[in-house]
């Protein structure tokens, strides 16, 4: 009995995958200006045909949300079902990028931290008073510092007990008794 054996080129091509090959694999579903519709309807939501196939509410996911909210974005069901990926809204027209735009802004609405007026420390938790672009916020996080994070040199976020997000802009602008309030929280 003689056994088959491959040669070295079909061994590589079969271990060479293609780019669609990938996408396939991963089921990626890349959603473009001309198999995708996008409309709001009367009650503001977001729905999505993609080809034949309509889906009455769905939402806006960053892969990038704090570096780059214009590519790579998943568009999905209510149940967190991804219907597919967009590579970049420069590949749809104005109209629809500024559609889904508001529906990303509306997703990470995360106010400017413009002044820390008061951080305070208790039983865990950080008690912010500050001053943002969304007016006087006062705010609880929990310790530990996994909720003010760095998220670039200089960037700050800060996520709230209730799941909201105050960014500061630049940590290296504030006052030093701003930076050493937030320093206990980090």
């Known amino acids: 009995m003689t056994a088959i054996v491959p040669s070295l080129v079909e061994k590589e091509a079969a271990i060479t ?8 694999a991963a089921n990626i579903r890349y959603l473009t200006q ?3 519709t996008f409309t709001k309807t009367a009650g503001q939501m977001l729905t999505v045909k993609v080809d034949e196939e309509e889906h009455p509410s769905v939402y806006v996911h960053c892969s ?3 570096t780059n909210r214009r590519i790579y974005l998943s568009i999905r069901t209510i149940d967190n079902k991804e219907i597919g990926m967009i590579r970049s809204l420069d590949d749809f ?4 990028t500024e559609l889904l ?3 990303v802004q509306i997703r990470y609405f995360a106010p400017e931290i413009t002044k820390v007026v ?4 208790e039983f865990g938790y950080a008690y912010w008073e500050a001053e943002t672009t969304a007016g006087l916020c006062r705010f609880t996080v929990r310790g530990g510092g996994s909720n003010t994070k760095l998220i670039s040199t200089s960037r700050l976020l800060i996520t709230d007990v209730d799941g909201n997000r105050f960014v500061i802009a630049d940590i290296n602008l504030i006052s030093e008794k701003e930076y050493r309030m937030v320093e206990m929280c980090m």
Do not use: R
């Open 17 to 24: 995958p293609s780019e669609s090959d990938l996408a396939d």
């Open 34 to 36: 001309f198999n995708t």
């Open 64 to 66: 990038f949300p704090h």
């Open 93 to 96: 027209s104005p109209e629809t």
């Open 101 to 103: 735009e508001e529906q």
């Open 118 to 121: 008061n951080v305070k420390e």
